[in-house]
């Protein structure tokens, strides 16, 4: 049987707004794929441990406090120090144009902002894991 | 009814032939109906069920005359950068006219981290200001005089702090705490439910909530001590029924805490205020509004005994949804803003925040909160929305909602019960649950397109430039907040202030009432972090239930 996708989905930060993080989680699943939820109030170290141990495929962030141009480098710094740079990384949350550049740069492949769908999320990871294959 | 029935069935009989929807489901999942008639509020009974304003059961209104008397308070929450930063934008509110101060704290000062604690790396001043000590909140309202401007503040696990903080800067400017007025939310259980901006966990911060009620009844009389909030039920994707439901059977729950603790109910009760959202459904909004207060009066009067009037009474804040914004076409929300302004008038709101269009994209910029502000500046003068009020009394249709809005509530009241209260249908999950499932679905109703969200799955713009002019905090603000801190340190009477810390922490480890030891701290120039940390050090840190 083929592997399910794992992706953990994970609130970096310290904001508490986890509507979106549920959502897309919730769709994740129905859409078959194993889904992780970390929780809130996550330091980069404790995503990035949670990634290793899990053992996921996909890592999606979550945040709307306007921290994401210090957290997201943060955790992909930590990544690939950690051997773990492999893993598919995206994003989400109140993140302008501007910035989401930046982040590609640094590894965050995909910025989803608001009124994203969660098919074009599912759609987007199923995609680049298939490229991966 | 032998032929008013005969005549709607020969009416529906003629809708059915043109249309097939007869019911549909609203933003909350309803089944609406489209026509309303006498039998459907056929149980009403004016007196018992409406009354006049300012009389029992209030449905129609808290006070006898609402908005002809009195516009409601304008009331922008803000915040950003600096304390000089926000002090600045607060000189400019007041002086477009707004009528009221509501601070809006960053993410560290809501979660009890000092600006250059390692979690703070970030998040200084990005979605609010950064206050760590009465300092900053001096800073905060420099040339503001605190007599003549009423201040609600956002702030939950820390609310006894910044409370602190704000008694303090009236006594530098001469302004003794029986003079102060404002809010702060200092509503936990929603923290827990929604917002999820935590500390403590439910036991020691509901014993620092009646601290702070009994404390506040003595020396800041005229303060609003708990802000019940439902907004943040609602923003987190709970339906109309559910942020009713949630958020007075959190309000009773702290009825019940004041009890316990050996307060009588109307010494607390009057100051008890309440926050809740403008969501899109205007009708259900209004009728949201009106079953609160029925609801609540009922309650506070036949189960807890309240017997001053002002313990009946739901006074609350609206802010219009921030969820049914959109990134796209963003000048459209200035629309969307404005019809939830309508219904918050509508049901009778104290005050009221409008947002600001571009709020899905940064923190609002000057132009954009100044369109918000003239939303309602336009909706009190110039409509003549504030010369009757509760003007949809009697509609068949607003009625019946009503109706089934406290309906639904009582039934969601006994599911709590029999889970075993609040605080246990908190560690359940139950809540949040709830809450969860209804965003899922919302978000499922948008996909689907059985729910149209223009601009965003209809009367989409392809390759949309977004060119509105987006405000930018300064990552320059966190280096500073950290100098000001270092030079705090080095300059105040580290003795006293530990001297104050180390009471403190001997006031939690007992049962003495901690808001006197916290003032003490904040006029000794200690910091949020270091009054939070002898705090977690006593009475540990929560951790969530996983539920979605």
């Given at each position: 049987m083929e592997r399910k996708i794992r992706v953990l989905v994970a609130k970096p930060g310290l904001d508490g707004h986890d509507r979106g993080a549920?959502?897309?989680?919730s769709a994740l699943r129905d859409a078959g794929m194993e889904v992780v939820y970390t929780g809130l109030h996550q330091t980069p170290e404790m995503i990035v441990e949670a990634a290793i141990q899990e053992d996921v495929d996909v890592v999606g962030l979550s945040i709307l406090s306007g921290?994401?141009?210090v957290l997201f480098p943060k955790i992909m710094k930590l990544l690939k120090e950690q051997g773990a740079g492999d893993k598919l990384v995206v994003g989400g949350g109140i993140i302008p144009e501007d910035d989401i550049q930046e982040l590609n740069k640094a590894g965050v492949t995909k910025v989803f902002t608001p009124g994203t769908t969660t098919t074009e999320i599912v759609e987007y990871i199923k995609t680049e894991m298939a490229s991966r294959a | 009814m032998g032929n008013d029935g005969k005549a709607k069935k020969a009416w529906k009989d003629e809708f059915l032939k043109s249309c097939s929807k007869y019911e549909s489901a609203n933003a909350s999942g309803r089944k609406i109906e489209a026509l309303y008639d006498p039998s459907d509020v056929a149980s009403l009974d004016y007196e018992r069920d409406l009354g006049y304003p300012g009389e029992y059961p209030f449905t129609r209104g808290v006070?006898?005359?609402?908005?002809?008397?009195?516009?409601?308070?304008?009331?922008?929450?803000?915040?950003?950068?600096?304390?000089?930063?926000?002090?600045?934008?607060?000189?400019?509110l007041l002086d477009r006219g707004q009528t009221g101060l509501s601070v809006a704290f960053d993410m560290p000062t809501i979660m009890g981290y000092d600006?250059?604690?390692?979690?703070?790396?970030?998040?200084?001043?990005?979605?609010?200001?950064?206050i760590d000590s009465l300092e900053d909140m001096e800073t905060l309202f420099d040339g503001i005089p605190l007599d003549k401007v009423s201040t609600s503040m956002t702030i939950n696990a820390p609310?006894?702090?910044?409370?602190a903080f704000y008694i303090c800067v009236g006594e530098k400017q001469g302004v003794s705490s029986d003079r102060l007025r404002g809010t702060i939310q200092n509503d936990i259980l929603k923290e827990y439910i929604a917002q999820k901006s935590w500390i403590f966990p439910p036991e020691p911060s509901m014993r620092i909530i009646t601290d702070i009620l009994t404390f506040s009844s003595d020396h800041v009389p005229r303060w609003n001590t708990i802000s019940i909030s439902g907004y943040h039920i609602r923003e987190a994707g709970s339906?109309?029924?559910?942020?009713?439901?949630?958020?007075?059977?959190d309000g009773f729950a702290y009825v019940e805490a004041g009890i316990a603790a050996g307060l009588d109910v109307d010494t607390f009760a009057p100051r008890l205020s309440f926050f809740f959202n403008s969501h899109l459904d205007f009708f259900e909004e209004i009728a949201k509004y009106r079953a609160a207060r029925r609801i609540w009066a009922r309650h506070m009067k036949e189960k807890y005994g309240a017997r001053k009037k002002e313990s009946l009474l739901?006074?609350?804040?609206?802010?219009?949804?921030g969820c049914t914004l959109t990134a796209q076409q963003p000048e459209n929300n200035i629309m969307r803003t404005a019809y939830q302004a309508l219904a918050a008038a509508i049901g009778g709101t104290q005050s009221l925040h409008t947002n600001s269009m571009d709020e899905t994209l940064a923190l609002p910029s000057e132009k954009a909160v100044q369109i918000a502000l003239r939303t309602q500046q336009v909706l009190a003068h110039e409509t003549g929305v504030t010369n009757t009020i509760d003007p949809l009394a009697g509609s068949y249709y607003v009625e019946n909602l009503t109706n089934q809005l406290e309906a639904d509530a009582e039934e969601?009241?006994?599911?709590i019960e029999d889970l075993g209260g609040v605080t246990k249908a908190i560690d359940m999950g139950f809540f949040q649950k709830e809450i969860s499932d209804a965003a899922y679905g919302y978000q499922k109703a948008i996909e689907q397109k059985t729910r149209i969200v223009v601009g965003v799955n209809e009367y989409v713009i392809d390759d949309e430039q977004i060119d509105i002019d987006l405000l930018r905090i300064d990552p320059e603000v966190e280096k500073e907040q950290c100098k000001v801190l270092t030079r705090l340190r080095s300059r105040r009477d580290n003795a006293a202030a530990q001297a104050a810390l180390d009471e403190l922490g001997k006031a939690a480890r007992g049962t003495d009432n901690l808001m006197p030891r916290i003032v003490e701290c904040s006029r000794r120039y200690c910091t949020l972090g270091e009054m939070i940390g002898v705090l977690k050090a006593v009475f540990g840190v929560y951790k969530e239930p996983i539920v979605y």
């Open positions: 549920k959502v897309v989680a921290a994401h141009m | 006070y006898s005359s609402m908005h002809r008397g009195r516009v409601w308070t304008m009331r922008q929450f803000s915040g950003y950068g600096s304390a000089s930063d926000s002090n600045k934008r607060y000189h400019f600006s250059d604690h390692e979690r703070s790396e970030g998040e200084v001043g990005m979605c609010g200001v950064a609310a006894a702090m910044l409370l339906t109309a029924a559910q942020e009713l439901a949630f958020t007075l059977a739901v006074r609350f804040h609206t802010q219009t949804a969601y009241f006994r599911k």
